[in-house]
């Protein structure tokens, strides 16, 4: 069973535009939601994360919104550049599950300029 | 990437034969996974360890065994290898402490093709 869901499975939006990806989880003990960028051929390294105490968490271009009671969360890429043209993945962990890394199913995002 | 290496990057082998992924680090970190990662599935969690000979499964783990004999590596070995093992192959390395602190390092992965 997936325990992180996440969509759209890929997503094109234009230079300067918003990308959205959004996942949802199961487990109500997850306690840390981060999110990873991919580049081909390299792994993924974290782009951002959040705890479920607050609502939202911003870096830069990179925002991500936190809804606790739906058990959802989003990443939204502001002023997306070909640059942030990646493969992103949503992840859930929490102490009852040994802080192991739950992955979604990946987003294939490309910028077009 | 940080500290860990994996090897081989590329391995073509043939059903049946028994392989073995390599994954370094040079941080002293506790905790070490790996994961294969397959279009649609995202990562999958294969085996963990949270010490040197401390290892437990994860959602995947059938097919794989894992050895951790030293703090700096983890082996992940495919006894008898399947086509459906084809994949790429990840390892990942975290320290102790909440990931929001301590978030996990992966390395640049193996892909592996089982002919």
């Known amino acids: 069973q997936q325990q992180v869901k996440q969509s759209p499975q890929s997503l094109i939006v234009q230079k300067g535009g918003i990308s959205i990806i959004n996942c949802a989880y199961e487990n109500t003990a997850f306690d840390y939601f981060p999110w990873y960028q991919q580049f081909p051929g390299k792994g993924p390294a974290l782009l951002i994360a959040?705890?479920?105490?607050?609502s939202e968490k911003k870096e830069g271009r990179f925002t991500i919104s936190f809804n606790k009671s739906a058990k959802q969360f989003s990443l939204h890429i502001m002023d997306s550049q070909p640059g942030d043209s990646a493969t992103y993945f949503c992840?859930?962990?929490?102490?009852?599950?040994?802080?192991?890394?739950?992955f979604g199913g990946g987003t294939r995002v490309l910028v077009k300029p | 990437d940080a500290g860990i290496t994996q090897s081989p990057r590329h391995k073509v082998t043939e059903t049946g034969t028994p392989v073995t992924l390599r994954c370094h680090q040079t941080e002293n970190h506790r905790y070490m996974y790996w994961y294969r990662q397959d279009p649609g599935h995202g990562l999958r969690l294969i085996h963990y360890?949270?010490?040197?000979?401390?290892?437990d499964k994860g959602e995947v783990s059938d097919g794989y065994s894992v050895s951790r004999s030293k703090t700096e590596d983890f082996l992940l070995t495919l006894e008898s290898a399947t086509s459906s093992q084809t994949s790429v192959y990840f390892c990942?390395?975290?320290?102790?402490?909440?990931?929001?602190?301590?978030?996990?390092?992966f390395g640049s992965g193996t892909r592996l093709t089982v002919v």
């Open positions: 992840a859930a962990s929490g102490p009852a599950a040994g802080n192991k890394l739950t």
């Open positions: 990942a390395i975290r320290g102790t402490g909440h990931p929001l602190i301590r978030g996990y390092t």
């Open positions: 959040i705890r479920p105490d607050v």
């Open positions: 360890s949270y010490g040197v000979k401390d290892t």
